[in-house]
């Protein structure tokens, strides 16, 4: 429904258009612009509709003498418009047109070109061809304009074109070709191809065309023949009388004028001033107008958009308010299953550091007990089967080979025994430490006292002290170290522990991974992390860190 009143309006404009009616057409063409504009279905042809529309309406602007607004109706018209199309085309001749009458002669002929360039049809490519001429003859180039016009002139004979060509397309090119070679001094060749245009104009009943005809020939004749150059002048003038063309009855005026200084013509010069005023305030008034309409469209919309604003704003404050309580309540019941998942979790995963590390600790002594004291047992046995007790000697070796399982099997006690976590916890630390002190083995400890014990918890204490103790096993097992230091850091939020020792070493790669393992399980379970760094007879060194 909308689409067909809007098409309606655009030809009722066109009609309006035809009859010169320009302030009907132009209200018209606005009326179907905004309603082609709120179909929002994106048809293709809607858009060229408008970019068409406002096409037409600066031609009225220009007929109205209102150049800049032309200017930027049409520059608003490319947004609707294929490029390099016939509307690219006929936008870049309307600014050219519009520059020219603005005396901006450079830009003029820069828009025709492009113009000339969209344009697909040769004989459509003459028009803005012609307007270059037009704007050579206003700068005064009139070799420019002559070779230009002559090679227009000659194209009409091609076959491609002659068929399409109208006989007003050759009479425009000719005129103004002999207006050139006029105003260039070549007057015969002037005047026969400005009388040929006229005679041409006449013949076929371009009524319109002959108005330029006669101006051009007035102003040939002014300094030859001041009554024929009045003549013509005069008949330019009634001619754009009947045909309502304010600019030429204008210009056939000013000849009249500059061709007669006597007292009698002072009737020319207040036609002329009448007239001048006439159209100054007409074209003021569309002006006028044409700002009030863009202006009232303009406040129209920004209304519209402010009434959209407030209800789009309405709307979404009660949907934001419903989705943040939605969100609200999912965040909720997510963080209560998150929070119900990780405490879960944790507790599964230490309870299974805890189980790795107690079964790490039973397997390493299990395989102590097998290793280090099964095999002397045996020993201690077969000796006491296959040797006499009665024997002195005999029952000193055999005492001692027992004092010696006795002690393995309290320093494996020791290993594993119930660790002090309470005031005397520095004091169990030195003495576990101690033990692996001896004349070949040097043990420095420092910073130990510097830290506040009472505020680490039992469970990170007893860490501490079994991953040391490993950390000495394996100095002992495998380091053949003669001098190990272990030193006590700590600031507001951890402890650091960093141990080293001047052993053989070994590559990272060939590390012993179960009793390290064993260390990492620990130190994990208390959310601490510890690191290894061994390299080939630079010793070892491990660093600890744990929160408080």
């Given at each position: ?14 009609e309006n ?5 320009f ?5 018209e063409?606005?009326?179907s612009?905004?309603l082609y504009?709120t179909?929002?279905d994106g ?5 060229a509709?408008?970019g068409?529309?406002l096409i037409?309406?600066a031609?009225?602007?220009?007929v109205?003498g209102?150049y800049?607004g ?12 294929e490029?390099n199309s016939v ?5 870049n001749?309307?600014l050219g047109i519009?520059?020219k009458?603005?005396?901006l ?6 828009y025709y ?7 697909k049809?040769p004989?459509e ?6 307007n270059?001429a037009a704007?050579y003859i206003?700068?005064?180039?009139y ?5 230009l016009l002559d ?8 076959k491609?074109?002659k ?6 397309d050759?009479?425009?090119l000719?005129d103004?070709?002999?207006?050139a070679c006029?105003k260039k001094?070549?007057d015969?060749k002037?005047?026969?191809l ?9 013949e ?5 065309g002959?108005?330029q005809?006669?101006l051009?020939?007035?102003d040939y004749y002014?300094k030859k ?9 005069l008949?330019a003038?009634h001619?754009?009388?009947?045909l309502k063309s304010?600019d030429e009855r204008l210009?056939a ?6 061709n007669?200084?006597s ?11 009448t007239?001048?005023?006439s ?6 008034n569309?002006?006028?107008?044409f700002?009030?309409?863009k202006?009232d ?6 209304e519209n ?10 709307l979404?404050?009660?949907q934001?308010?419903t989705y943040?309580?939605?969100v609200?309540?999912?965040v909720?019941?997510?963080?209560v299953?998150?929070i119900f ?12 550091i805890e189980f790795?590390?107690?079964?790490n600790t039973?397997?390493?002594i299990?395989?102590k007990i097998h ?7 045996f020993?201690?046995i077969?000796?006491?089967?296959s ?6 000697s005999t029952k000193?070796?055999?005492?001692q080979?027992?004092d010696?399982?006795y002690?393995?099997?309290?320093g494996?006690?020791?290993?594993n025994n119930k660790?002090d976590?309470?005031t005397?916890?520095i ?6 430490l101690s033990?692996y002190n001896?004349?070949e083995?040097n043990?420095m400890?420092?910073n130990?006292?510097s ?6 918890d039992?469970i990170?204490k007893?860490t501490?002290s079994?991953?040391?103790q490993e950390?000495?096993?394996n100095m002992?097992?495998h380091s053949q170290?003669?001098l190990?230091v272990?030193k006590?850091e ?8 960093n141990?080293?020792?001047?052993g053989?070493?070994c590559?990272k790669t060939q ?6 393992q064993?260390?990492?399980n ?17 010793g ?6 744990m929160?408080?």
């Amino acid at each position: 429904m909308i689409r067909k009143e809007a098409l309606s309006l655009r030809n009722k404009g066109l009609e309006n258009y035809n009859k010169q009616n320009f302030n009907t057409a132009f209200d018209e063409f606005y009326k179907s612009k905004q309603l082609y504009e709120t179909l929002k279905d994106g048809v293709k042809k809607d858009s060229a509709n408008i970019g068409y529309i406002l096409i037409m309406m600066a031609t009225i602007q220009q007929v109205n003498g209102d150049y800049y607004g032309s200017k930027e109706t049409v520059t608003e018209a490319l947004a609707y418009v294929e490029k390099n199309s016939v509307y690219t085309a006929e936008i870049n001749n309307r600014l050219g047109i519009a520059d020219k009458e603005l005396s901006l002669y450079d830009d003029a002929i820069l828009y025709y070109k492009e113009s000339a360039k969209d344009y697909k049809d040769p004989l459509e490519k003459q028009a803005p061809f012609n307007n270059i001429a037009a704007v050579y003859i206003y700068q005064k180039k009139y070799d420019k304009a002559i070779v230009l016009l002559d090679s227009l002139v000659n194209s009409l004979s091609n076959k491609e074109i002659k068929d399409k060509a109208e006989p007003s397309d050759k009479s425009i090119l000719i005129d103004n070709l002999g207006y050139a070679c006029f105003k260039k001094g070549m007057d015969e060749k002037g005047f026969l191809l400005m009388n040929e245009a006229l005679q041409i104009r006449k013949e076929f009943k371009d009524t319109y065309g002959s108005i330029q005809s006669y101006l051009n020939l007035a102003d040939y004749y002014a300094k030859k023949n001041i009554q024929k150059s009045n003549e013509n002048a005069l008949s330019a003038y009634h001619i754009a009388t009947k045909l309502k063309s304010v600019d030429e009855r204008l210009e056939a005026l000013q000849i009249l004028i500059s061709n007669d200084h006597s007292a009698q013509n002072t009737k020319y010069v207040q036609s002329y001033f009448t007239l001048n005023d006439s159209i100054i305030k007409v074209r003021n008034n569309f002006k006028n107008k044409f700002a009030k309409i863009k202006y009232d469209s303009k406040k129209e919309k920004d209304e519209n958009a402010k009434l959209r604003l407030e209800n789009a704003e309405n709307l979404l404050s009660l949907q934001k308010a419903t989705y943040l309580r939605i969100v609200f309540a999912i965040v909720f019941v997510f963080l209560v299953i998150l929070i119900f998942i990780l405490i879960r979790y944790y507790k599964n995963k230490n309870k299974a550091i805890e189980f790795k590390t107690s079964y790490n600790t039973e397997t390493r002594i299990a395989k102590k007990i097998h290793d280090e004291l099964a095999n002397d047992v045996f020993h201690v046995i077969a000796f006491a089967e296959s040797q006499p007790l009665s024997t002195e000697s005999t029952k000193e070796n055999l005492l001692q080979k027992l004092d010696d399982i006795y002690g393995r099997v309290r320093g494996i006690s020791r290993e594993n025994n119930k660790i002090d976590t309470g005031t005397d916890f520095i004091k169990s630390l030195k003495d576990m430490l101690s033990t692996y002190n001896t004349s070949e083995r040097n043990i420095m400890v420092t910073n130990l006292e510097s830290i506040h014990w009472e505020s680490i918890d039992e469970i990170k204490k007893i860490t501490i002290s079994r991953v040391l103790q490993e950390l000495m096993v394996n100095m002992k097992k495998h380091s053949q170290a003669n001098l190990v230091v272990i030193k006590f850091e700590s600031d507001p939020k951890s402890i650091v522990i960093n141990y080293n020792d001047n052993g053989k070493g070994c590559e990272k790669t060939q590390m012993v991974k179960n009793g390290l393992q064993n260390m990492e399980n620990r130190i994990q379970a208390v959310k601490g992390t510890i690191n290894f760094d061994t390299e080939p007879d630079k010793g070892f060194r491990v660093k600890i860190s744990m929160p408080k």
